[in-house]
């Protein structure tokens, strides 16, 4: 069992950065991929970015490369969104999940494990 908590979320005008933990719990962190979603209010969850569990891979959605960063630190059982450059159309409730995948990361079905979600609002 894997319990995540994210934080970091918060109020942020466009141009601006912040940055997203999700801290784990349980001795088996560093053996699951780790990944970011988000749901904008009226849409489906969409795919923000993946981490292998060693974290020597890392994948993006189109929209946020260049300007997110997804970085783990397995000592720390921690997983970290670094978002650069927000958009309004960032604005969403993300959450971090735990796939014991290490391929198709990008799809929330091989997610067993979620956290909570935190706000992000990105202001014009």
């Known amino acids: 069992q894997v319990q995540l908590v994210e934080s970091g979320g918060g109020l942020v005008q466009a141009g601006g950065s912040l940055r997203l933990s999700c801290a784990a719990s349980g001795r088996t962190f560093s053996s699951y991929s780790m990944g970011w979603f988000r749901q904008a209010p009226g849409k489906e969850r969409e795919f923000v970015a993946a981490?292998?569990?060693?974290?020597?891979?890392?994948f993006y959605t189109d929209s946020v490369k260049g300007r997110f960063t997804i970085s783990r630190d397995n000592a720390k059982n921690t997983v970290y969104l670094q978002m650069n450059s927000l958009k309004p159309e960032d604005t969403a409730v993300y959450y971090c999940a735990a796939s014991t995948r290490a391929l198709k990361l990008e799809l929330s079905s091989g997610y067993v494990y979620w956290g909570q979600g935190t706000q992000v609002t990105v202001s014009s």
């Open positions: 981490i292998s569990w060693s974290g020597g891979r890392t």
